[in-house]
């Protein structure tokens, strides 16, 4: 009877582990790894990513933007909160940044701007305790019939971390929104902004500079 219990215990235990290890995947089926390049390449706008693009009332830091039609704009690299964590898993926070260097001073970490709501650079990766307006999510979209369609979210508190930052829940879905030439990365709950993950090939990307 013991054994019994054990064994149902033991396959309850991995029946939890294997429902929160959900990982986000590229286009090809591989799961997002940390520190490797992807572009995020919209749903709205076929083959085109996402890049950066100046503000009118100051150069930097800079927004995050829709990149042109039918260009991959820039890749991004995904850094998940929990140091254990190879791999981007679906719902748990992390820093999303630019790896190539701007051409300004800031780091090129994501954050929302609060008073704008729209994301720039200058983020931090800092994992200190209390909210950070540069911790996102990324979640598939729709239901679990979509094929590896996801949105990205704004998570102030740690999620999926062995010590939660807060109690605050993900605050909304980035879209995007129109600034006088540019479709800029915002808080936008009602047009949520559904991309793909494509790993960058080294070949493709020196054909794109």
Same mark, same amino acid.
């Given at each position: 009877?013991?054994?019994?219990?054990?064994?149902?215990?033991?396959?309850?235990?991995?029946?939890?582990?294997?429902?929160? @290890?959900? %990982?986000?995947?590229?286009?090809? #089926?591989?799961?997002?790894?940390?520190?490797?390049?992807?572009?995020?390449?919209?749903?709205?706008?076929?083959?085109?990513?996402? /890049?950066?693009?100046?503000?009118?009332?100051?150069?930097?830091?800079?927004?995050?933007?829709?990149?042109?039609?039918?260009?991959?704009?820039? %890749?991004?690299?995904?850094?998940?909160?929990?140091?254990?964590?190879?791999?981007?898993?679906?719902?748990?926070?992390?820093?999303?940044?630019?790896?190539?260097?701007?051409?300004?001073?800031?780091? /090129?970490?994501? /954050?929302? #701007?609060?008073?704008?709501?729209?994301?720039?650079?200058?983020?931090?990766?800092?994992?200190?305790?209390? %909210?950070?307006?540069?911790?996102?999510?990324?979640?598939?979209?729709?239901?679990?019939?979509?094929?590896?369609?996801?949105?990205?979210?704004?998570?102030?508190? +740690?999620? #999926?971390? +062995?010590?939660? @930052?807060?109690?605050?829940?993900?605050? #909304?879905?980035?879209?995007?929104?129109?600034?006088?030439?540019?479709?800029?990365?915002?808080?936008?709950?009602?047009?949520?902004?559904?991309v793909r993950f494509v790993k960058v090939q080294?070949?493709?990307?020196?054909?794109?500079?």
């Open positions: 009877m013991e054994f019994v219990l054990l064994l149902v215990f033991s396959l309850l235990l991995t029946a939890r582990a294997a429902a929160a @290890s959900n %990982p986000v995947l590229d286009v090809d #089926g591989n799961e997002l790894r940390r520190g490797n390049r992807y572009y995020a390449i919209s749903l709205r706008r076929p083959n085109s990513g996402l /890049t950066l693009a100046a503000r009118s009332n100051a150069p930097c830091p800079l927004n995050v933007a829709q990149a042109p039609s039918k260009d991959y704009g820039r %890749p991004l690299a995904f850094f998940p909160e929990n140091a254990d964590d190879d791999t981007v898993q679906e719902g748990s926070t992390l820093n999303i940044m630019f790896p190539e260097p701007s051409e300004c001073r800031e780091s /090129t970490v994501w /954050t929302l #701007g609060r008073e704008t709501g729209v994301v720039t650079t200058g983020g931090t990766s800092s994992s200190e305790i209390g %909210p950070r307006n540069s911790r996102f999510a990324i979640r598939r979209a729709g239901d679990a019939s979509s094929k590896r369609e996801y949105q990205i979210e704004v998570c102030p508190c +740690s999620i #999926g971390v +062995s010590r939660p @930052s807060c109690r605050l829940a993900c605050v #909304g879905s980035l879209g995007l929104t129109e600034d006088e030439a540019n479709l800029l990365l915002n808080i936008n709950n009602e047009r949520p902004h559904t080294e070949e493709l990307a020196a054909s794109r500079r």
